[in-house]
């Protein structure tokens, strides 16, 4: 019986990634190397103020005390940090995009590849996206609409520039430039990213949407987004990458910030496919990100969801400080690895005000080679009287060459905090695939439906069309799992 | 005349052991055919083995449905051409709405049979009425398949799914077990909604109870992989009353029995 359940459902790791095509644009790329003098370089090319190239040099100059973390669950070659390009962006024909109509259509052709919905499109998906190809922000649609809500939505190299006083206020405020070894490379040599700034009281009015991808060979992309809404503002936000199939490993170290003041509510979704490396485990995106969030206020809201179905190796924890007090913190995760994908992703919830609540539900899917950890860390702190966690951690295996592995940290230090854990290991069974078959259902299709089905109560807190695109990415990246 | 069924010298084994040691049966449209026998006889695996689970491996034998070979069949090809089995053991698909699971199911036999694929609304008109059938409450209906049902709402599920799919061959396997009597008179009602003239039933049971509501045409003996003895639905009232150790020294050889699905 166990042969035939391997053999059914061995072949998970051979799948082709659809999005491995390389743009031929015209690059402006710094030559590989870090040091001092490159990073001046790069924020003179981004003409920022004499502030930010403190800040950034203020965090290279940590970073050079700093060592690697190795506690991690994945393993992996050496980065040689001098080996990467700190700079890389598509040559400015004249001086610069103005408009759409400006950006290199060589760009939009790869983003319509993609099915970003920059033009008209956009409208009607009344997603409004901020486009980033390799380190600039390309284009940002909405801008206007938005901007009657007084919602400022644009590149994070723009916000430097016009908004000076709230990215000083806020950058650093959630991950301080210090906070750890990949957030501080980013701190130094963050090539830009998104900003939003929602106001008090206002609900913005559409998805805000942020496609990120790497073009360039060598290049790393160390993007950094800021999102702030003031007082009772809500807001959705939705993050998507793609990257061309390279022999190399590329790497990814992003930092997201998110700051919910008294009574507002974030959330911040992630469909994440970059190319996870041939089936041989060549290749592939080291995907290293540090994403937190404050709830800086009473009664408010971050929400994180996540569907990680790319990348070599994955390796973020996107976390939440509950600080005010009846604030909530979320986070819905699905990570699939197949081929040789490893990840070790789960989240931080610290409580710290009053009646404070966090929920946790991981869903982990293993196939293939892929080894699959849930790291997370739920600390209650003295002050934070009446606080609530619940945290579901649910593995499935596909196959007997793969792995979960599950890390959950829990620290009380207030008797009235009430924690629940649960956890299941399944493995998808021959006797499941054979049920669905006899009801007439295709191999390939029960797969795939069985896994949504695991994964359903993360894609439910998806945007609608979004849990749509989540779904088909996993059934894509479950073709051929079946024979 | 062919049968709708045809088995011929059937031969199945599982891990080596040979379980299955010969049989032979037609079955003709519209017939209800039980077969009975003790635990470790082989009804399941016969069953498994029509349905096509992989873990059963044919020996020798063949066997044709409608003039096609099953045997060469995928489980999922066999399902679409007609061949349903009822589970003993209904399986649970966690998070999949039994809904959309029996959509997927229908249309993949409708797609399979160059029928168009029903749309939703469709859908739910039908299955309003099948659910009817076999008295299923609506609340199971959202649930994920199977998931935290009871026993007797698994196997109500199970003829639920039968009704929707309207299969030609319906087998099923034990699906007495574990029902109390009003259960099984519900499963049993249900069934005997479904028996029309161009649709066969190969019921298996080690109890004769079932057979008092679903009334079969004919009853076959299984012992130690072989049938010993067939005829009409009074064999099983006999069976009832002697026992099958009556029938046991009837094998003709009597090897230990492996104990295997039942």
């Known amino acids: ?483 | 005349m062919t049968g709708m069924l045809e088995i011929k010298n059937l031969h199945a084994s599982v891990d080596g052991n040979e379980i299955l040691k010969g049989i032979d049966l037609t079955i003709q449209p519209g017939e209800v055919h039980a077969i009975m026998g003790p635990n470790g006889s082989g009804k399941s695996t016969l069953a498994r083995v029509l349905a096509g689970q992989e873990a059963y491996e044919v020996t020798a034998g063949q066997v044709t449905f409608e003039g096609k070979d099953l045997l060469e069949m995928d489980p999922e090809d066999r399902a679409r051409e007609g061949v349903f089995m009822a589970f003993q053991y209904p399986v649970e698909i966690p998070g999949v709405g039994n809904t959309y699971f029996l959509k997927a199911a229908l249309n993949a036999v409708r797609k399979h049979r160059g029928l168009q694929e029903m749309d939703a609304i469709e859908f739910l008109k039908m299955v309003r009425g099948k659910m009817k059938l076999v008295q299923m409450d609506e609340g199971l209906l959202n649930r994920p398949v199977n998931e935290g049902f009871s026993g007797g709402e698994k196997k109500r599920n199970e003829i639920f799914h039968m009704a929707v799919l309207e299969p030609r061959l319906c087998i099923l396997d034990e699906t007495d077990s574990g029902l109390d009597i009003d259960a099984l008179r519900i499963v049993a009602d249900g069934v005997n909604a479904l028996r029309a003239k161009d649709r066969s039933f190969l019921v298996i049971t080690h109890y004769q109870r079932l057979l008092n509501y679903i009334v079969p045409d004919y009853v076959h003996v299984l012992v130690d992989g072989r049938f010993v003895r067939s005829g009409g639905k009074e064999l099983a009232l006999e069976l009832e009353e002697k026992g099958y150790s009556w029938l046991e020294g009837m094998a003709p050889e009597h090897p230990a029995a492996q104990p295997v699905g039942a």
């Open chain 1, 1 to 483: 019986m166990q042969t035939t359940e391997t053999s059914t459902i061995e072949q998970f790791a051979a799948q082709d990634y659809k999005f491995g095509f390389v743009t031929d644009v015209e690059q402006e790329t710094f030559p590989p190397g870090l040091n001092e003098e490159v990073i001046a370089r790069l924020s003179a090319k981004k003409g920022e103020p004499e502030w930010m190239l403190e800040w950034r040099l203020k965090a290279y100059r940590h970073w050079l005390t700093m060592e690697e973390p190795t506690w991690a669950n994945v393993h992996y070659a050496p980065i040689d940090y001098q080996a990467i390009s700190y700079y890389a962006a598509p040559k400015p024909k004249g001086s610069g995009p103005k408009s759409l109509e400006e950006v290199d259509p060589e760009i939009l052709k790869t983003y319509e590849k993609l099915g970003i919905p920059l033009h008209e499109r956009a409208i009607l998906a009344g997603v409004a996206v901020d486009a980033v190809f390799d380190s600039v922000s390309v284009a940002t649609t909405f801008k206007e609409k938005l901007a009657e809500a007084g919602i400022i939505f644009c590149s994070f190299s723009e916000a430097i520039r016009n908004h000076p006083e709230l990215v000083q206020e806020y950058m650093g405020s959630v991950v301080p430039y210090s906070d750890n070894y990949f957030a501080t490379l980013n701190s130094a040599v963050f090539s830009d990213g998104s900003f939003v700034y929602v106001p008090k009281g206002v609900r913005c009015p559409m998805e805000l949407s942020t496609y990120f991808r790497i073009n360039a060979r060598n290049s790393g992309q160390f993007e950094r987004t800021l999102i702030i809404a003031d007082e009772g503002a809500y807001v959705s936000y939705l993050e998507g990458c793609t990257a061309p199939m390279r022999d190399e490993n590329q790497l990814h170290a992003a930092v997201v910030e998110l700051v919910a003041r008294k009574d507002a509510t974030i959330k911040y979704s992630t469909v994440q496919n970059w190319y996870p490396g041939d089936e041989n485990g060549k290749g592939g995106i080291y995907n290293f990100v540090t994403k937190r969030g404050k709830c800086d206020g009473a009664n408010a809201k971050i929400s994180w969801t996540q569907v990680e179905t790319g990348s070599a190796i994955t390796w973020k924890y996107p976390s939440v400080i509950l600080k005010g007090d009846h604030s909530v913190g979320e986070f819905y995760s699905v990570a699939l690895t197949k081929g040789y994908q490893q990840a070790d992703t789960g989240t931080k919830m610290i409580h710290i005000g009053k009646d404070t609540k966090s929920t946790i539900v991981s869903k982990g899917i293993s196939a293939g080679h892929g080894q699959n950890t849930y790291r997370g860390s739920v600390r209650i702190l003295k002050g934070a009287d009446n606080a609530r966690n619940f945290s579901q951690c649910d593995s499935m295996l596909i196959g007997d060459q793969c792995g979960a592995h599950t890390f959950p940290y829990i620290d009380v230090q207030n008797p009235t905090a009430r924690m629940e854990h649960e956890a299941t290991t399944s493995k998808i069974g021959e006797d499941q695939i054979f049920y669905c078959n006899q009801r007439g259902i295709s191999t390939e299709d029960a797969v795939s439906m069985i896994v949504n089905g695991f994964c359903k109560e993360v894609f439910r807190e998806l945007p609608m069309e979004f849990a749509v695109e989540a779904q088909k990415l996993l059934a894509v990246n479950l073709e051929g799992s079946v024979g």
